[in-house]
């Protein structure tokens, strides 16, 4: 059994900043690859950033040098800092995590564990 829980999301001006977490709980440790991944409505859902087992980060090219993922192996929480936040990245936001992840750290069908999600409201 496995738990991810976000929390953070909120509503904020464009050029604002917020910070999602994801605590893990359950067989999800710190061995897991996890990432955070959104879904706007009418679209796909899409991977915004992943860190594998070995602290390699990867981001999607429309948030890189803006969202940074990062994890506290004490808390076992995984982290989103959102700077210079646009309208474009409302979404509900959503933590996922797999024993692995790799070059297919984009690919949802690869994680077996998956939040709820939170909101993030981007205003103009």
């Known amino acids: 059994q496995a738990q991810l829980m976000e929390t953070g999301g909120d509503s904020v001006q464009a050029q604002g900043s917020l910070t999602l977490s994801c605590a893990a709980s359950?067989?999800?440790?710190?061995?897991?690859?996890m990432g955070w991944f959104r879904q706007s409505p009418g679209k796909k859902r899409e991977a915004v950033a992943a860190?594998?087992?070995?602290?390699?980060?990867n981001y999607a090219d429309n948030v890189q040098g803006r969202f940074t993922i990062s994890k506290d192996k004490a808390k076992n929480t995984l982290y989103l800092q959102m700077n210079n936040l646009k309208p474009e990245d409302t979404a509900m936001y959503y933590c996922?995590?797999?024993?692995?992840?790799?070059?297919?750290?984009?690919?949802?069908?690869?994680?077996?564990?998956w939040g709820q999600g939170t909101q993030v409201t981007v205003s103009q």
């Open positions: 359950g067989r999800v440790d710190n061995s897991y690859c």
């Open positions: 860190i594998d087992t070995d602290g390699t980060t």
């Open positions: 996922a995590a797999n024993f692995w992840c790799g070059s297919m750290w984009h690919e949802e069908l690869r994680y077996s564990y």
